[in-house]
């Protein structure tokens, strides 16, 4: 598996306690959450991002120990009296402790990932109002130009009645002058008919005077 | 006795989901009972369109019948109608508009089955999601099995479906987890219901070897085999494995195997094989250190099966209850929730040869315990007679 190239990660530096006699695989899972849950929040949740990329945030820092003060001086006086049974204390608190200290660390991260999770909401839904506020704008402008259009096509619908009105009379008055063009027509003919008959008669006239 | 096998699609060209899974067990079953399965003439299983010619066929010593598809679906308007019921108040004329949208829309199976019932003692519907079983079932009740294959999605959470899952004689389930997600959603749990699963065809021999030669993979390589789709979680998978070379330069590849919808990132440690054969499969696999399984909807995943057949562990995506339930119960495989955790269980998983060979026994162990064909085959005449018990008390 070319020993010399690849990066060493035995199980014991990973500090991940397997008995191979009885494998658990819960166990071997919970060991493993226990360990990432014991490094900064930050690193994890680093790596989470870097391989996402839809979106990027940043998740609070770890909790800082509480600040010096009375309680402080307090607590070291007290350590300085139970330093005698010092060893007694641990052998009988140390595992509870231990519990305690990995639950704690286990609901801190929890915690902060939840803060980092409603941090995130906050954003989303703010960029959320922020799109809905640009959406109003452009509804009302949208809204503005619906307006406009509307009273331009009143004003269409009136010149296309006024169009319709004019091409009404237009058409009657052509009608009209066909039938006068018609007319005109029939008296042109009678006048030529007349004038046909007085060509005649002149001639017969012309004949009777001459003869 | 006689039992019918009615699922969406039948044939040989299918090769994988509850169709395969359905062929496997009616090829198995016959040899206990006459065995005919009652399928559509869709190939496609997006559009359903008719494909298959005849109305009637035998594959591999089984009897298939095939009825037409009355209407081919249309994606875009099905996509609409899901998209409505999913996130919207609705009626549940709205869900029976999406369940005839989600097809295959066969109304001359459910009138075969109809006119039919007294041919058949039993008629094993697959797949829960679809039209055949939502109106087979409800056309036969007194003699219907439902293999639900139910994935945790919100497709189990539509209210027709709650009142389909009291009407079967008995369940057959892949996975406790899918037992238990019904269960939960219907309130059933008076009806017979068994884990079941499906058992694993290997083939006899593969040339390992050889063909890790002819595809040119020489060093150690994880291995994914199915569809490669974001619902499969190989998207995730990408950057997550890319995100661990880049991290921990461990000399390991990953080899991808299946037919793709997603644009595969060009990385030399990507490795990307296609869809290959049977003898393939099992030769890449046998020849890879475990097997990755990124996906976030499995009701039972048969490759991970495969996988402990061949005694080879596996590292499972934990946001899929059955997957992560798999991994548990047979103490072959790790599973990862996040980019962290992935990182650590596959270094832990690469590192320690041991623990490796264990979870790989362990897997094997789970396999042969309730997933070779002798196992599965008790199983379902378990269900039959059970039910021939109660017909008889009646």
């Known amino acids: 598996m070319g020993e010399d190239k690849k990066q060493k990660f035995s199980a014991e530096e990973m500090e991940i306690k397997i008995d191979y006699e009885n494998i658990d695989v819960e166990e071997i899972m919970n060991q493993i959450k226990r360990k990432i849950a014991s490094r900064p929040a930050q690193e994890i949740e680093q790596q989470e991002e870097e391989t996402r990329n839809d979106y990027r945030e940043t998740i609070p820092p770890p909790l800082t120990s509480p600040p010096g003060g ?13 330093r005698p049974f010092a060893p007694l204390i641990k052998l009988m608190v140390l595992p509870v402790d231990e519990e305690l200290r990995e639950t704690v660390e286990n609901l801190d991260y929890s915690n902060r990932r939840l803060d980092g999770l409603t941090e995130r909401l906050h954003q989303e839904l703010s960029r959320i109002d922020q799109i809905l506020g640009r959406l109003e704008s452009k509804i009302d402008l949208n809204h503005q130009l619906v307006n406009e259009s509307f ?32 007319h005109l027509k029939i008296q042109s003919r009678i006048l030529e008919k007349d004038l046909a008959f007085l060509n005649r008669r002149e001639k017969e006239v012309e004949k009777k005077v001459f003869s | 006795m006689k039992i019918a096998f009615v699922v969406q699609r039948y044939g040989m060209e299918i090769n994988g989901g509850a169709e395969l899974h359905c062929r496997w067990i009616a090829e198995h079953m016959k040899k206990y009972y006459e065995v005919e399965v009652l399928t559509t003439k869709a190939y496609d299983y997006i559009t359903w369109e008719n494909y298959y010619l005849d109305d009637i066929e035998e594959i591999n010593g089984v009897l ?18 899901q998209q409505f019921v999913f996130h919207h108040e609705h009626k549940i004329d709205d869900e029976l508009k999406w369940l005839e949208e989600e097809g295959p829309l066969a109304p001359a199976l459910i009138k075969y089955i109809d006119q039919h019932r007294a041919d058949y003692d039993y008629f094993i519907f697959f797949s829960y999601r679809y039209y055949h079983s939502y109106w087979g079932i409800q056309t036969v009740p007194e003699k219907s099995i439902l293999v639900p294959t139910a994935e945790h999605d919100p497709v189990v959470y539509l209210r027709i479906f709650k009142e389909l899952f009291s009407l079967p004689r008995a369940f057959i389930y892949n996975s406790e987890e899918e037992k238990n997600m019904i269960q939960r959603v219907a309130n059933n749990s008076h009806i017979l219901g068994k884990v079941v699963g499906v058992g694993i065809e290997i083939p006899s021999s593969w040339p390992t070897q050889q063909v890790l030669e002819q595809r040119g993979i020489a060093s150690d390589y994880l291995v994914y085999i199915g569809r490669i789709d974001e619902n499969k979680g190989c998207d995730k998978l990408f950057q997550y494995f890319l995100k661990f070379k880049e991290r921990t ?6 080899v991808l ?18 869809f290959v054969s049977e003898e393939e499969k099992f030769a890449i696999l046998q020849g890879a250190l475990l097997l990755i399984m990124p996906s976030f909807y499995e009701s039972l995943s ?13 590292l499972a995506n934990a946001h899929c209850e059955v997957l992560q339930g798999q991994c548990q119960r047979s103490q072959g495989g790790l599973y990862y929730e996040n980019y962290a955790e992935f990182e650590e269980t596959l270094k832990l998983l690469l590192e320690d040869d041991k623990l ?25 005449n378990y269900i039959i007679s059970k039910l021939e018990e109660e017909k008889e008390n009646k």
């Open chain 2, 356 to 380: 490796r060979e264990i979870l790989s026994q362990n897997g094997r162990r789970y396999f042969e315990s309730n997933y070779t064909w002798e196992v599965i085959e008790q199983k379902y």
């Open chain 2, 302 to 314: 048969m490759v991970t099966l495969e996988a402990w057949a061949l005694e080879k562990p596996v």
């Open chain 2, 64 to 81: 298939v019948r095939r009825f037409p598809v009355a209407r081919p679906r249309n994606p875009m308007r099905f996509g609409r109608i």
């Open chain 1, 151 to 182: 009273k331009d096509l009143g004003r269409a619908k009136e010149y296309t009645k006024l169009l319709h009105q004019l091409t009404h009379n237009l058409v009657v008055e052509m009608t009209k002058l066909k039938i006068e063009k018609d």
């Open chain 1, 70 to 82: 009375l309680r402080s001086k307090i607590r070291r006086i007290l350590l300085k009296l139970m």
């Open chain 2, 257 to 274: 195997v299946g037919s793709t919808k997603l644009t595969i990132p060009h990385h030399p440690d990507l490795i990307y094989l296609g």
């Open chain 2, 249 to 254: 330069n461990y000399p390991v590849k990953l």
